[in-house]
């Protein structure tokens, strides 16, 4: 039976402040990640190899990996940190770094001295979202994450770099609507799963996805042969229907989510689609079923408060302004 055992991946860092317009501070990034390892959030997403012209706001991501391997937060648990990487020019500024400072991460389990890095990528569903947001076709993006997967793997054979790859639109596309099939995405899951990406993370962009359609996706990739253990789901929280699609992924078997605290976020080429699915919303929804996550739910919907108003906007948690009595 599948265990009880949730983990999230927290992408506030990442996915909730890339499509910010007014610029936030490297201090405000970096006591965010704090502030999140600090409530039990062990796997952070924590920033973006990707072009600044295409995304300004993730132009500091150097510094914040500088920073979280020469003074890694404090936390409970030991931690895990994903950056994007588009391209081979994105790997390598992140290998630059990595290997300006050989002892202080592995690629292995982390040790509360030694946080975890692993690389992400990501591909799309659709042809039209695919060029809107990576300049490229899909099977163009694929020949290229075939090689940043290998040298992701090569950097260091003895401990090749873990990488996760997404796919985008899987539920909706802002351009080609609900016309998304499903076994499309069971065949760039497979291919990226052949070239060595370790997890799929399914992207609902748009948040478009709904509780049939979601099933319909997941049940279409287990006859694919993609395992659960291979996946994990990313829902942004646009039409309200988050918490619904992760009681079907659930029900399904998949133990994987992404989160955003205080539901922050949006993908620039995405217009329209709002913030994943708050980190304060999931945590309750699963305490609710007795399902362990490890995350103070306090401390994390105090976190989800301070980052909305730092980023100057209002609360987008239900269950953190209830907390909050706010
Ligand atoms: P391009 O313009 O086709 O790239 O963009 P290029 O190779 O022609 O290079 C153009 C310029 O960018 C050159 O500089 C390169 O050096 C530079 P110039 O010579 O003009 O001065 N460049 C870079 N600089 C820094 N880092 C790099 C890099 N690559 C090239 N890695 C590219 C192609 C892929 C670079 C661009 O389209 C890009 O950066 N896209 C990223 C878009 C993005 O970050 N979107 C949001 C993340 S995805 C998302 O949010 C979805 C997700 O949350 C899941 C979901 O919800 O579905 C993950
Ligand atoms: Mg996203």
């Known amino acids: 039976a599948p265990s009880d055992r949730v983990k999230l991946v927290e992408v506030g860092p ?8 007014g610029i936030i501070s490297l201090d405000t990034k970096l006591q965010l990640i704090d502030r999140l390892a600090k409530a039990g959030l062990n796997n952070i997403e924590a920033g973006s190899f990707v ?3 295409w995304v300004p706001q993730m132009d500091n991501s150097s510094e914040i990996l500088t920073h979280l391997l020469t003074k890694p937060p404090s936390a409970p648990s030991p931690l895990t ?17 990595l290997s300006a400072h050989p002892d ?16 992400a990528i990501f591909t799309a569903a659709t042809e039209s979202f695919s060029k809107k947001n990576t300049n490229a076709s899909i099977a163009q993006s694929l020949e290229t994450y075939r090689e940043v997967i290998q040298s992701a793997k090569d950097h260091n054979s003895s401990s090749p770099l873990r990488v996760r790859a997404y796919i985008s639109v899987v539920l909706g596309c802002p351009f080609e609507g609900y016309d998304v099939s499903p076994h499309r995405v069971a065949e760039i ?34 006859a694919a042969g993609v395992r659960n253990e291979d996946l994990a789901m990313h829902f942004h929280d646009t039409y309200g229907q988050a918490l619904v699609n992760i009681a079907v992924a659930l029900e399904h078997g998949v133990r994987v989510f992404d989160v955003s605290v205080g539901g922050l976020g ?52 239900t269950v953190g302004r209830a907390v909050l009595g706010a």
């Open 14 to 21: 990442r996915d909730g402040l890339q499509n910010e317009k």
């Open 189 to 222: 899951a497979t291919e990226l799963l052949e070239m060595g990406a370790d997890e799929i993370a399914l992207g609902d962009t748009t948040g478009m996805g709904t509780a049939p359609r979601t099933k319909e996706l997941l049940t279409c990739l287990r």
């Open 51 to 53: 072009s600044p012209k």
């Open 81 to 97: 940190f994903s950056f994007l990487a588009p391209n081979q020019k994105g790997l390598t500024n992140a290998l630059s770094i």
């Open 104 to 119: 202080n991460y592995t690629t292995a389990s982390p040790t509360q001295s030694k946080p975890a890095v692993e690389i």
């Open 266 to 317: 949006g993908c620039p080429y995405s217009p329209g689609a709002t913030g994943n699915v708050a980190t304060e919303d999931v945590v309750y929804f699963l305490e609710s079923l007795g399902m362990d996550t490890g995350v103070d739910l306090d401390a994390v919907a105090d976190c989800g408060e301070w980052i909305s108003k730092e980023v100057g906007r209002s609360n987008a948690s």
